[in-house]
Nanobody
Framework: RVQLRESGGGSVQAGGSLTLHCAAS??????????MKWFRQAPGKKREEVAV???????QYTDSVKGRFTISRDIARQTLHMRMRRLKPEDTAVYYC?????????????WGQGTQVTVSA
């Protein structure tokens, strides 16, 4: 299975910025063939899909982060990024990346261990 390792989390004040990274390894297929996603899970809440970049490079975002978060992938380095700007306290969560092949609707994606993002008011 794909090994995913997130990094870049931390604590920031509201209005600040962070960039998350997700390094992939042990790929069965070329990195660009995977659908890559960022999810987050806040305490007491369900895991929420935040951003998606599919194998064609198309991006999608949940409404609450549109205009503030940008997902991107470095195919050569097999790394997924997410630039988060104008952070809000409600963005506080553990952020996870996932990889699925060949589509974004696969039922059993591979997951990373998560990275904590804490936004203080």
């Amino acid at each position: 299975r794909v090994q995913l390792r997130e990094s870049g989390g931390g604590s920031v004040q509201a209005g600040g910025s962070l960039t998350l990274h997700c390094a992939a390894s042990s790929l069965t297929y070329v990195y660009s063939a995977y659908c890559m996603k960022w999810f987050r899970q806040a305490p007491g809440k369900k895991r929420e899909e935040v951003a998606v970049v599919d194998r064609s490079g198309n991006q999608q975002y949940t409404d609450s982060v549109k205009g503030r978060f940008t997902i991107s992938r470095d195919i050569a380095r097999q790394t997924l990024h997410m630039r988060m700007r104008r952070l809000k306290p409600e963005d506080t969560a553990v952020y996870y990346c996932s990889a699925s092949y060949p589509s974004c609707t696969e039922s059993s994606p591979d997951w990373g261990q998560g990275t904590q993002v804490t936004v203080s008011a």
